[in-house]
């Protein structure tokens, strides 16, 4: 499973990208900030602003349980093998 395929994208690498992705993305919205209180009333700012932080909660979320996938499949894995091994010593008990 530790294999890196020809054309895969490992894990490793989705999360650099992200990564870049989101520190591009604050000096976007420090960007943006700046000009919406310049052009912008209050009420339009907050709604703004409001769903940015609703973005950055998702983007946070997605980091989190991304990180933790890896882990999960090892785990399934490792429990797919044992029953696996399980399965054969039925088959060679009957």
Avoid: C, W
């Avoid at 499949?73 to 429990?79: F, P």
């Amino acid at each position: 499973m530790g294999v890196k395929k020809a054309g895969k994208v490992s894990d490793s690498d989705k999360l650099d990208g992200i990564a870049k992705a989101v520190v591009g993305l604050q000096g976007d919205v420090a960007d943006i900030r700046q000009k919406l209180a310049e052009k912008s009333d209050k009420t339009d700012i907050g709604r703004i602003l409001g769903a940015i932080d609703a973005f950055a909660r998702k983007a946070e979320n997605y980091d989190r349980k991304s990180y933790s996938h890896p882990d999960i499949l090892q785990d399934h894995e490792s429990r797919l093998q044992s029953m696996d091994g399980l399965l054969k010593r039925l088959e060679v008990g009957t």
